[in-house]
């Protein structure tokens, strides 16, 4: 990834969303970051339907949150993926999909996926499944590993 934010955005991205302090990157601020982000951005597509829709460049998706806007998966996880690396995180992106509840999973690339990991963490071992993007859920980083996490009614299964 090669957008980066400057110190001056970064403060202005997390006032957005209702962060007063920049942190050391840590689970714990990465979880803070992601749930402000949710509560404070909603997922929209108004801009499609009005016949202008917005670019899903970085910078682009970038200033729209900047702008006091939003946009879907494609902005708000491709923005904050640029937030989190400026902040020293390691993001991945993969290739995503959403199903209707009872579906097969399947990767259809309609969505844009993250995973992070923590600067002093292996790459290998510990990494994060994190998502702003879609409209509401999951609240907190999800450990990229088999298993089932989340409450009831929104459970996640890997």
Known sequence: MNVTLTPAEI?????RIGIDTIKKPTLEFLAEMQQAHIHHLSWQTVDIFAGRPADIDLQESVQLI?????GYCFHLNGAFSVLLHSLGYTVHWH????????????VNSFHLGLSV?????DPNVERWIVDVGLGGMPFE???LRYGTYGPVPFTYIH
């Open 117 to 121: 990991s923590l600067p002093d963490a």
């Open 11 to 15: 403060n202005a991205y997390l006032k």
């Open 95 to 106: 290739r995503a999909g959403v199903q209707p509840h009872g579906e097969q999973p399947r």
């Open 141 to 143: 980083p999800l450990p």
């Open 66 to 70: 900047l702008q006091g806007r939003s």
